[in-house]
T-cell receptor, first 111, second 111 residues
Framework: QKEVEQNSGPLSVPEGAIASLNCTYS??????FFWYRQYSGKSPELIMS????GDKEDGRFTAQLNKASQYVSLLIRDSQPSDSATYLC???????????FGDGTTLTVKP | NAGVTQTPKFQVLKTGQSMTLQCAQD?????MYWYRQDPGMGLRLIYY???????DKGEVPNGYNVSRLNKREFSLRLESAAPSQTSVYFC??????????FGPGTRLTVT
């Protein structure tokens, strides 16, 4: 079992829809959770971080964390073509400072 | 404020050649990381440095060495390049909460 698993994708949604990206992790002691966006040919860019159970909203993005289920998700509301990218989930475990990344989910938003 | 810079952007090596990838950050972060990313895959940690003067192996350290020259700079050396090291290499830095900021990447081809 991988330490961090994401929907294999690719995921395609129409413009204006909600895109839902999911991630599960194996280390129960994990403390910090991140979502990065990576456009093709570019470097990853941090878009959300979440540290406690519940929802965290930032503009059109909502991160959801459920530590009991070892599950973190990212919702993108009113999806735009510019949201088309690969989204990487990262989890910082008990080894503080070191994160493990999932393989990513590629999202395409169709106009 | 340049963030994280990497040199070179592109490099082609022949099997057996050596090279050093340079990384510098101006955000006064303690932790720095080297990752490789192969097509369609997530990020795999090669080495990381939690603070100046310390380095630790990541998931895929074989064939690489690192030097944390000072708080700003973290270099990655390939002593004898192999075709399996063809990849995109990213450097990143972070503070204690684990939010990582990435450089633009180095695209390395080993023939």
């Amino acid at each position: 079992q991988k330490e961090v698993e994401q929907n294999s994708g690719p995921l395609s949604v129409p413009e204006g829809a909600i895109a839902s990206l999911n991630c599960t992790y194996s280390d129960r002691g994990s403390q910090s959770f991140f979502w990065y966006r990576q456009y093709s040919g570019k470097s990853p860019e941090l878009i959300m971080s979440i540290y406690s159970n519940g929802d965290k909203e930032d503009g059109r993005f909502t991160a959801q964390l459920n530590k009991a289920s070892q599950y973190v998700s990212l919702l993108i509301r009113d999806s735009q073509p510019s949201d088309s990218a690969t989204y990487l989930c990262a989890v910082m475990g008990t080894n503080a400072g070191k994160s493990t990344f999932g393989d990513g989910t590629t999202l395409t938003v169709k106009p | 404020n340049a963030g994280v810079t990497q040199t070179p952007k592109f490099q082609v090596l022949k099997t057996g050649q050596s090279m050093t990838l340079q990384c510098a950050q101006d955000m006064n972060h303690n932790s720095m990381y080297w990752y490789r990313q192969d097509p369609g895959m997530g990020l795999r940690l090669i080495y990381y440095s939690a603070s100046e003067g310390t380095t630790d192996k990541g998931e895929v350290p074989n064939g690489y060495n690192v030097s944390r020259l000072n708080k700003r700079e973290f270099s990655l050396r390939l002593e004898s390049a192999a075709p399996s090291q063809t990849s995109v290499y990213f450097c990143a830095s972070s503070e204690y909460r684990g939010e990582q900021y990435f450089g633009p990447g180095t695209r390395l081809t080993v023939t």
